[in-house]
C-alpha cells in the first residue's frame, strides 16, 4: 500500500514510485494564497502597492499567477485611463485657445 502525501502546491501524489500521478485538490481561487503572503492582501492594498512601481515593472509581475495578473491588468488599465483623460483636457485647452 502506497502512502498519499499532500505537497505545498497542493497536489496530491504518491510515495509507491511505480505510482507516478498527481492530482490537484481543489481549484486555483480555493487555495489560500500559503506561499505568497502578498497574493492573501485585499485587492486594493496590492493596487497601492503596485503603484509605487514603474509600468514596466507592473507589466512583467503578470506573469505570476492569474490573481496578479488581473490586479495588474487592472492598475494599468487605471493608468491608461488617466493618461487618455489627461490628453483630452489638454487637447480641449488648446482648441479653446485657436483662433475662431
Known sequence: MAAVVER???CVGSLDP??????????LQEQPHQNNPLLGLPIVAIETILNFLSYD???????VCKRMDMICQRVLNQGFLKVERYHSLCQRQVKAQLPR
Open 57 to 63: 515593472e507592473i507589466s512583467m509581475l503578470r506573469s
Open 8 to 10: 505545498v502546491d497542493g
Open 18 to 27: 511505480d505510482v507516478v500521478s498527481l492530482r490537484q485538490t481543489s481549484s
